[in-house]
Each structure stands twice: as structure tokens, then as C-alpha cells.
């Protein structure tokens, strides 16, 4: 069955960095798009970034171009979100997900604060 198991998350400074991964198990990794998401306590979930199944293009949500870079390493089965200069308002649940079907991970808390 379709896998998603997110880490790196924790609490960083603001201006700090993480990098989330995302290890996926359960089918052909390097057919399907990958997305991130985020959820903030009290407001829905949001789209973060997108890349595609080779990995040559990506997607960003305004709020985060030029600070957060999503990649994969298809040989691993991973997807990755780099997170740099880091606000407070990046704290949320961050969730991967495969472009095509309805699976998600369980999440990764990431909190920006002082």
C-alpha cells in the first residue's frame, strides 16, 4: 500500500533552516508528482510547492518563493522541502503528498519562534 512518512521537522529560531523529508513506499515513486502542504492551527490546508515526477519543474506558493526549494531523489524514493530564512508564520503541520490519489502522510511539526 501507498506509504508517505515525513521527518525533519522541529522548532528553529526565525531566520533559522530545516529540511523536511518525505519517504514513499508503495508504488513507482518516479511516475508521480510530489506536493507539500501545510496546515497552521485554526486555517485549511495549503499548498506549499509541487514538483514533478522527473523533477525539472517546480511550484511555489508566493509566500515562500525564494526562501523554500522542494526537490526528490528518485533513487530514494524521496521528496524534500529546504526551508530557509524561516518566519513565524511558516509554523504548521507539514504534510507530502503524491499529485494523483488521496495519500498523505502523517505529518511533521515545524515551529518558527523565538
Known amino acids: 500500500q501507498v506509504q508517505l512518512v515525513e521527518s525533519g521537522g522541529g522548532l528553529v529560531q526565525p531566520g533559522g533552516s530545516l529540511r523536511l523529508s518525505c519517504a514513499a513506499s508503495?508504488?513507482?515513486?518516479?511516475?508521480?508528482?510530489m506536493r507539500w502542504y501545510r496546515q497552521a492551527p485554526g486555517k485549511e490546508r495549503e499548498l506549499v510547492a509541487t514538483?514533478?515526477?522527473?523533477?525539472?519543474?517546480?511550484n511555489y506558493v508566493r509566500t515562500v518563493m525564494g526562501r523554500f526549494t522542494i526537490s526528490r531523489d528518485n533513487a530514494k524514493n524521496t521528496v524534500y522541502l529546504q526551508m530557509n530564512s524561516l518566519k513565524p508564520e511558516d509554523t504548521a503541520v507539514y504534510y507530502c503528498?503524491?499529485?494523483?490519489?488521496?495519500?498523505w502522510g502523517q505529518g511533521t511539526q515545524v515551529t518558527v519562534s523565538s
Open positions: 508503495g508504488f513507482t515513486f518516479s511516475n508521480y508528482g
Open positions: 503528498k503524491r499529485v494523483i490519489g488521496d495519500f
Open positions: 514538483i514533478t515526477s522527473s523533477g525539472r519543474d517546480t
